[in-house]
């Protein structure tokens, strides 16, 4: 029981410091890429604590798809502003 406790302090603790750096470059820095890579290995964390702790919080199942659907989203808006800068930059050439 004490190895579920601290394989679970270490999965929370990675997918809360994954948030948190998404989150920072949402703010900051502006970088798709980080955010995504964030996001996703956020969620990987997630799936691997309900793969290997039979006492994991079955909550982190839906927390996982709420992270895959705002990457999704961010995603989306990323696909957007890129066709976008693609139109402009045809338009000036």
Sequence with gaps: MAGDTVHSEFH?????SNLIQAQDHLREYQCPEC????????VAYMEEELSTNQNANP???????RV???RRRI???ND??????QKR???IV
């Design 12 to 16: 929370r603790d990675k997918m809360v």
């Design 35 to 42: 955010i995504d890579k964030h996001l996703l290995s956020s």
């Design 59 to 65: 909550e982190l199942l839906a927390l996982a798809e």
């Design 68 to 70: 895959r659907e705002i």
């Design 75 to 77: 995603q989306e808006m």
């Design 80 to 85: 957007v502003k890129m066709a976008n800068s």
């Design 89 to 91: 930059l045809g338009s």
